[in-house]
């Protein structure tokens, strides 16, 4: 569905991302995780066609994204939506939540506002929110809901590619498990393909099918469900070996797993 081809990016003669060879498949949720800074955004940013890449190619259903009209973006933006970190930001601060949803299908469909309010109250009640949020600002709802606003936003349009940038990171615990849940059923319900990024690797874990770790602007390794996730790599290992220890169980594994080389300079 969407590929990136040997996609390099550069600011300023400085290398973010360099030879990023990747593919979003139907249906699947594609994990990404990495340190902060080592361009997870930049490649979201990438693969929304929000900017060009520096050289390679961004491909949606094997049309090239690069190279397209401005009326062509508009509909790939359509198709791709991009959910980003600051929930709040996100939302117009002038406008009433309902507002901002019915100015959504207003230029992205040919609904009329009854029409308009029917579909927008039956994607509230999948997101498990209150109908009374549709008369609030958005300053006065929880960061939870502002999340779940901005992904009832991006589902009114019926995209086909869903891709969310660190959106459980301003998050409570229990809020992000609800939000990871709900990702989750809307993936099996729907079969809408998802890129989760997070430097959360728990909650990458709990949601991926495939994950991506990124390291220096590459791709380091592919970690699969189907065997565990595991992980080869000496960067992988270093990024798993560094979660809070869960169970006291796990104390005696790492111990025995644990290699002195992995911090040393050689």
Not at 117 to 122: A, P, S, V, Y
Request: glycine residues 6%; hydrophobic residues 35%; neutral net charge.
């Amino acid at each position: 569905m969407l590929k990136a081809e040997n996609v390099w990016k550069v600011y300023h003669r400085e290398r973010v991302l360099h030879d990023i060879n990747l593919e979003v498949k139907s249906g699947e949720i594609l994990g990404l995780v990495g340190e902060s800074g080592c361009g997870k955004s930049t490649l979201a940013r990438l693969l929304c066609c929000y900017e060009r890449p520096s050289s390679g190619k961004v491909k949606f259903n094997g049309r090239d994204t690069t190279h397209r009209t401005k009326r062509e973006r508009s509909e790939f933006h359509r198709n791709c939506q991009l959910i980003l970190q600051d929930n709040l930001s996100s939302l117009d601060p002038t406008m009433t939540v309902g507002d901002t949803l019915l100015e959504t299908l207003k230029y992205n469909s040919r609904l009329n506002e009854v029409q308009s309010r029917e579909k927008i109250l039956l994607i509230l009640q999948k997101l498990l929110l209150d109908p009374q949020a549709l008369e609030k600002m958005p300053i006065q709802l929880s960061g939870g809901e502002r999340q779940r606003i901005n992904i009832c936003r991006a589902l009114l349009v019926e995209p086909k590619l869903l891709i969310c940038d660190e959106i459980t990171s301003s998050l409570d615990v229990i809020t992000q498990y609800n939000l990871l849940k709900m990702l989750k059923q809307i993936n099996s319900e729907t079969g809408l393909p998802l890129v989760f990024i997070s430097h959360d690797i728990n909650a990458v874990k709990s949601i991926s099918d495939r994950i991506l770790v990124m390291h220096d602007g590459t791709i380091a390794e592919e970690l699969n469900k189907s065997d565990g996730f595991l992980y080869s790599g000496r960067y992988t290992k270093r990024l798993f070996e560094s979660l809070p220890i869960t169970h006291p169980s796990q104390r005696l594994s790492l111990a025995r797993h644990f290699d002195d080389k992995l911090f040393s300079d050689d």
